[in-house]
């Protein structure tokens, strides 16, 4: 795990994140560690310079090609699901965007492999884990559809992307007793669900936590 130096860098106060923070509390969000994570974690420099004096509103902001920046709070909804059974040491991100889940995961677990199909918004994300020192962060650009069977299995995957219907790839690529961290459904109907590995028989279980509105996991991949 690692730990951002650059927390006090940047145009908004301490005030402004502590607010953020305390927003997030008010809405349920209990573990400590994902709160202290977000407290110093440089929202900021995840946003084109124009937009970032709003990053540490708590709300979704577009990062361009059609994506968009998570909303704070449903980061840390995300992140606290895919902790909520313990320490993560392997964990894959579907959907890296700006970076921001990644960054936030890095610091938590102990190895985050993430994917992403749009290639401008991964150099773009290679760029910051670079300048915030995160080490432990292995990038592809690749199809999220289908995970990435080459690292796999997983202790817990997120995606930061909705899919009609949880791609059986991602469920394989679950270790037992893993968890997956999934919004579902067409857009404007989308519920998040946390699924858990029960064994090698591939048992699983469902749960939903919450409904969200997140871009569509699209297949393919952009240049």
């Given at each position: 795990?690692?730990?951002?130096?650059?927390?006090?860098?940047?145009?908004?106060?301490?005030?402004?994140?502590e607010?953020?923070?305390?927003?997030?509390?008010?809405?349920?969000?209990?573990?400590?560690?994902?709160?202290?994570?977000?407290?110093?974690?440089?929202?900021?420099?995840?946003?084109?310079?124009?937009?970032?004096?709003?990053?540490?509103?708590?709300?979704?902001?577009?990062?361009?090609?059609?994506?968009?920046?998570?909303?704070?709070?449903?980061?840390?909804?995300m992140?606290?699901?895919?902790?909520?059974?313990?320490?993560?040491?392997?964990?894959?991100?579907?959907?890296?965007?700006?970076?921001?889940?990644t960054?936030?995961?890095?610091?938590?677990?102990?190895?985050?492999?993430?994917?992403?199909?749009?290639?401008?918004?991964?150099?773009?994300?290679?760029?910051?884990?670079?300048?915030?020192?995160?080490?432990?962060?292995?990038?592809?650009?690749?199809?999220?559809?289908?995970?990435?069977?080459?690292?796999?299995?997983?202790?817990?995957?997120?995606?930061?992307?909705?899919?009609?219907?949880?791609?059986?790839?991602?469920?394989?690529?679950?270790?037992?007793?893993?968890?997956?961290?999934?919004?579902?459904?067409?857009?404007?109907?989308?519920?998040?669900?946390?699924?858990?590995?029960?064994?090698?028989?591939?048992?699983?279980?469902?749960?939903?936590?919450?409904?969200?509105?997140?871009?569509?996991?699209?297949?393919?991949?952009?240049?």
């Amino acid at each position: 795990m690692n730990s951002i130096e650059l927390g006090g860098i940047g145009m908004t106060s301490q005030r402004t994140r502590e607010r953020l923070i305390q927003r997030l509390k008010e809405q349920g969000v209990k573990n400590q560690r994902v709160l202290d994570i977000m407290r110093v974690t440089p929202r900021h420099l995840f946003l084109d310079e124009a937009l970032s004096q709003r990053a540490y509103e708590d709300t979704a902001l577009p990062i361009g090609y059609g994506q968009t920046l998570s909303q704070p709070y449903v980061v840390a909804l995300m992140t606290e699901a895919l902790l909520s059974q313990g320490h993560r040491e392997k964990v894959l991100e579907i959907g890296v965007g700006s970076g921001y889940q990644t960054a936030i995961l890095a610091q938590l677990v102990g190895h985050v492999y993430g994917v992403e199909r749009i290639k401008p918004l991964l150099n773009k994300a290679r760029s910051r884990m670079r300048t915030l020192g995160l080490r432990n962060v292995t990038l592809a650009h690749s199809d999220g559809s289908v995970g990435w069977e080459e690292h796999a299995p997983y202790d817990a995957i997120l995606s930061a992307a909705a899919p009609e219907h949880v791609p059986e790839a991602l469920l394989h690529q679950l270790a037992p007793g893993g968890v997956l961290v999934i919004p579902v459904g067409p857009e404007g109907d989308q519920e998040l669900r946390v699924v858990t590995r029960q064994a090698e028989d591939a048992e699983f279980e469902e749960q939903v936590i919450e409904r969200v509105r997140f871009v569509p996991l699209l297949s393919g991949v952009t240049r």
